[in-house]
């Protein structure tokens, strides 16, 4: 048994936080606060490699793996939970399900620009009648002549309107129920595709969130992913990989907050002592440096099970819940023991709070998980 | 209370600035049927200064004999002068049952002679019916906010007195071959029964009503297309007095303004006609409607979910069929004005 990190890892692990630190830290409080999508930042990540992290080098990938995924999603969101979610719906769910059901010609023509972050990736499957129930697709496919015309909408769709390419899940059989579903890759800027207006959000207040409209929209043949009637199982799959993502994001929130809670406590004085010395302090920093811990473990282990093809859906899901929970519960003690200062916009930890709640919804709730890994038990 | 000396239906007829009100028109239609339930006779009391001209058309419409009270100081409605004249024609006459619209004046004016005659009123009824048995007038109106129906009879007190909601009941067909008896009734008013005084009526051009409190609301969603199609909805607004609101999709498009938005996050409405034009019908949005009395879907998706809510569904393109409704309301109103 190996709970060490190797080399590779320790030093991808040293570049990213020197990445995370320099360049996304001191953007973070802006972004929150004028909701402003951290554009700037997606060029340097992709001269890093960060945009393809997972991917081939042959697809213009940087040749890492998903436990290194996980980590660059984790220290990004340490400093900025929303630069961490442009990372993780860009590669988990824009990339990824081209990566995995893709014709090579497909690979080639929208998987390589993405990998390069020369594109940028996003994913169409939640409409506002199918949220956790996704089956219950209402946006339709209609096969005319070499084309699909696609008609309907999505509603919270991360990266909105600054992706290039869409994966969109369309009913092409709606007699078939979620054998039925189909998935497209969608360009942004063809006829008919428009976006709604941005979402005002609790946190994540920079990633862009919208709605996506489709009215008449063709989309040619070659642009189906796998087969007709796929869609769900494609959906499903990728959010498996796509949760990896979420509890390595609601990680990074967790640690960001423990270290600034860390900080502050020994720099905070109170009755003459640093309020670190008091045992309320000591405890609930005890709290949450093991929740952050096992957050780790777990994602880290899931990512690591992807990594050698095996099962993973149970273990992501057990990641993903674990960690948001953590996250929303770490980020809540540490405005804690920030006192009145935490409460005020001043402070980072505000912000992680609000950021950690979202990682217990999207991708799957966390009842979702909790379906998810009950099944696997009760199977 | 000797209940034999009150016997027939009298109907209080509004008139304003000389007009008689449709709603009166229509409670001489109920009248008469309860009048031939009852055998009895249809009265009706016309309160009013320089009114007495009308008294034929209220005969034309069923009434066997007329009252009119025509007096300077009934000249505006006032709920003194006209309470003492309606219940002097009552007191004089004897009824067995008094009806009034449920309008601003009839729902002022029943509950101050009710209380005069010391009997029972029952408000803004929707359905009237005798019982065979007992000849109680049953009077039936919807309470706490619509979700039940009370029916209600008043047994030991005369006259039975009921406001009943406009548009409810029909109205008779005018027939100028009728005849009936004009009765002038002196009601003793004076100027001291003045006990308002009346500064000025104004006369508002109806401006644009809160969708809360709007019986018609013709809904527009994203299937209107563009800014543009906001005109073909408020054609049909404008032919069936109702307001024009929207699904959130169009508010935040700019192309309807974001206090007429229906949802949760915008206005719950309930008015008792819901025109939903191009609305998918989105959880969010049908939360805010789908307690509307009645809903029309207008969409050219037929699996579009506000299908599972309407009365009626028509699919196909929101403006062909809104101007096709538009045009056959035209037709319909120059047949029958």
């Known amino acids: 048994m190996e709970f060490g990190l190797s080399k590779e890892h320790q030093m991808l692990r040293d570049m990213l936080r020197q990445f995370s630190n320099s360049e996304v830290q001191p953007l973070a409080k802006e972004v929150d606060e004028l909701e402003r999508f951290p554009i700037e930042t997606l060029p340097k990540m992709a001269e890093i490699g960060l945009m393809g992290i997972p991917f081939p080098k042959m697809y213009g990938g940087a040749g890492g793996d998903n436990l290194g995924y996980a980590m660059a999603v984790e220290e990004l969101s340490r400093s900025c939970a929303t630069t961490g979610v442009v990372l993780s719906a860009h590669v988990s769910l824009g990339a990824s399900p081209i990566y995995e059901f893709g014709t090579e010609q497909q690979k080639q023509k929208y998987l390589v620009p993405l990998a390069k972050g020369q594109q940028l990736g996003a ?19 209609v096969l005319d002549g070499d084309h699909y015309v696609i008609n309907g909408s999505k509603i919270f769709i991360t990266n909105a309107e600054y992706a290039d390419t869409y994966i969109v899940m369309a009913m092409t059989d709606k007699t078939k129920g979620t054998r039925g579903i189909s998935a497209f890759i969608v360009e942004k800027g063809t006829p008919g595709f428009t976006f709604g207006p941005k979402e005002k959000k609790l946190g994540i207040r920079g990633s862009a969130t919208s709605e996506l409209i489709f009215e008449n929209v063709r989309v040619p043949k070659e642009n189906l992913l796998a087969k007709e009637g796929h869609g769900f199982k494609i959906a499903m799959k990728t959010l498996d990989g796509g949760r990896i993502g979420i509890a390595s994001q609601a990680l990074g929130i967790a640690q960001g907050a423990l270290d600034a809670t860390l900080s502050y406590t020994k720099e905070r004085k109170q009755f003459n002592r640093p309020i670190s010395a008091f045992q309320n302090t000591q405890f609930m920093l005890a709290d949450m440096a093991t929740q952050v811990e096992t957050s ?10 992807k990594d050698m093809g095996l099962p993973y859906a149970k273990e992501a899901a057990m990641a993903k819940l674990f960690a948001s929970e ?3 519960s770490v980020t809540t003690k540490a405005v804690q023991l920030h006192g009145g200062y935490g409460y005020t916009r001043e402070y980072d930890v505000e912000r992680m709070m609000r950021d950690a709640k979202i990682t217990e919804i999207y991708e799957g709730t966390s009842e979702v998980q909790r379906m998810v890994i009950s099944a696997a038990y009760l199977k | 209370m000797n209940h034999s000396n009150y016997k027939g239906v009298m109907v209080y007829i509004e008139q304003r600035q000389g007009e008689i009100q449709k709603v009166s028109l229509e409670l001489l239609g109920k009248g008469l049927d309860l009048a031939k339930e009852l055998d009895e006779k249809l009265t009706c009391v016309l309160l009013g200064s320089h009114i007495t001209h ?3 058309e209220l005969v034309y419409h069923g009434a066997e004999e007329v009252y009119v009270v025509d007096d300077p100081s009934l000249s505006h409605y006032m709920t003194e002068p006209y309470t003492k004249a309606l219940s002097a024609v009552i007191n004089e006459h004897k009824p067995d049952i008094v009806l009034m619209g449920a309008t601003a004046i009839g729902r002022d004016l029943g509950p101050r002679v009710s ?8 408000a803004d009824c929707t359905s009237l019916e005798i019982d065979p048995e007992t000849k109680n007038l049953l009077m039936t109106r919807p309470a706490f906010g619509g979700n039940i129906m009370a029916t209600i009879i008043c047994p030991d007190h005369k006259p039975q007195m009921s406001t009943v909601r406009p548009g409810v009941m029909k109205k008779p067909v005018r027939n100028t071959s009728l005849s009936g008896s004009i009765r002038t009734v002196e009601a003793d008013l004076s100027p001291k029964d003045m006990n308002v005084e009346l500064l000025e009526v104004v006369k508002v051009e109806k401006k644009r009503i809160n969708i809360e409190e709007a019986t018609t609301l013709i809904s527009a969603g994203r299937g209107i297309g563009s800014k543009d199609g906001v005109v073909t909805i408020e054609s049909l607004a404008s032919e069936l007095k109702g307001e024009v609101s929207g699904s959130r999709a ?21 008015p008792n006609l819901y025109v939903a034009c191009g609305i998918s019908g989105a959880i969010q949005h049908v939360a805010g409607m789908e307690e509307s009395e009645f809903i029309l879907a207008i969409n050219k998706n037929p699996d579009a979910p506000i299908f599972e809510v309407a009365d009626l569904g028509i699919v196909g393109d929101v403006h062909k069929v809104v101007n096709a409704v538009v045009t056959e309301l035209k037709a319909y109103k120059a047949k029958n004005i």
């Open chain 1, 123 to 141: 994913f169409g499957l939640t409409e506002a009648n199918a949220g956790t129930d996704a089956s219950a697709q209402q946006t339709t496919a």
């Open chain 2, 54 to 56: 009308l008294s034929e």
């Open chain 1, 296 to 305: 780790r473990l777990l994602v880290y282990r899931a990512a690591w099970l």
């Open chain 2, 115 to 122: 209380a005069r005659l010391h009997t029972g009123l029952t």
């Open chain 1, 326 to 328: 953590a996250a929303m």
């Open chain 2, 250 to 270: 169009v508010i935040d498009l700019g192309w309807v303004d974001k206090d007429r938005q229906v949802g949760q996050t915008g206005k719950t409405v309930r």
